[in-house]
């Protein structure tokens, strides 16, 4: 598995929070890079978006904690 970020300014980011979920994500078409799995796979997966619910929608050992990415 291989992955190429790219950089992106902070300039050109846009954050939302819709519902309990914190959406950041690049202006202008641009993505946060892809990953490449190994062959034989030929899809790409291009990061388009983080998202950062809160609170988590899991919990550990039965604690709900605050976020998760």
């Known amino acids: 598995m291989t992955f190429e970020y790219c950089f992106v300014d902070v300039r050109d980011l846009e954050v939302v929070h819709d519902r309990g ?3 950041i994500r690049p202006l202008h078409g641009k993505s946060f890079g892809i990953m490449r799995p190994p062959p034989p796979q030929r899809d790409i ?4 978006e ?3 619910h809160t ?3 899991h919990f ?10």
């Open 45 to 48: 997966f291009e990061a388009f």
């Open 50 to 52: 983080i998202q950062i």
């Open 55 to 57: 609170p988590a929608e």
């Open 60 to 69: 550990k050992n039965s604690i709900p904690y605050d976020m998760e990415v």
């Open 21 to 23: 979920i914190l959406r």
